[in-house]
């Protein structure tokens, strides 16, 4: 397949993933309320090619793309209103960079306490036996 025929097949498909319906979703009924989910949609595309000599020639492309969800639509009884999806201070990714301490600390209370506690119940052994 040629570069020019692979850059097109690639628009296309591109083209087809950011149609309205992936930007603003389908609407989904609960009773007297419609819910529509509205979402961003990124793309990057590059491509090159080149010719050497009579038999050396190369081509090459890479692409990415992300489908994020902002907001919603909410329409309930006639009246339409935008709920965004604000990302806070503490992001989803900030948390998923955080888990790995959070987890080690978890492990060091744990083993903490059950440390304690069993130091303590070797004390209440004691106390018990010496009464």
Same mark, same amino acid.
């Given at each position: 397949m040629?570069?020019?025929?692979?850059?097109?097949?690639? +628009?296309?498909?591109?083209?087809?993933?950011?149609?309205?319906?992936?930007?603003?979703?389908k609407p989904i009924a609960f009773g007297e309320m419609v819910i529509v989910p509205v979402s961003k949609i990124s793309f990057g595309f590059g491509a090159g090619g080149g010719k050497g000599d009579k038999t050396d020639s190369g081509a090459g492309t890479g692409g990415g793309g992300s489908v994020?969800?902002?907001?919603?639509i909410v329409i309930h009884k006639g009246k339409a209103q935008v709920m965004p999806?604000?990302?806070?201070?503490?992001?989803?990714?900030? +948390?998923?960079?955080?888990?790995?301490?959070?987890?080690k600390k978890v492990k060091e209370f744990r083993e903490k306490r059950e440390k304690d506690k069993s130091a303590d119940d070797d004390g209440n052994s004691e106390e018990t036996e010496e009464s």
């Amino acid at each position: 397949m040629s570069l020019e025929n692979i850059i097109k097949t690639v +628009l296309q498909e591109f083209k087809e993933i950011a149609k309205t319906e992936t930007v603003v979703g389908k609407p989904i009924a609960f009773g007297e309320m419609v819910i529509v989910p509205v979402s961003k949609i990124s793309f990057g595309f590059g491509a090159g090619g080149g010719k050497g000599d009579k038999t050396d020639s190369g081509a090459g492309t890479g692409g990415g793309g992300s489908v994020e969800p902002v907001g919603f639509i909410v329409i309930h009884k006639g009246k339409a209103q935008v709920m965004p999806l604000q990302e806070s201070e503490m992001s989803i990714g900030k +948390l998923i960079g955080m888990a790995p301490d959070v987890i080690k600390k978890v492990k060091e209370f744990r083993e903490k306490r059950e440390k304690d506690k069993s130091a303590d119940d070797d004390g209440n052994s004691e106390e018990t036996e010496e009464s």
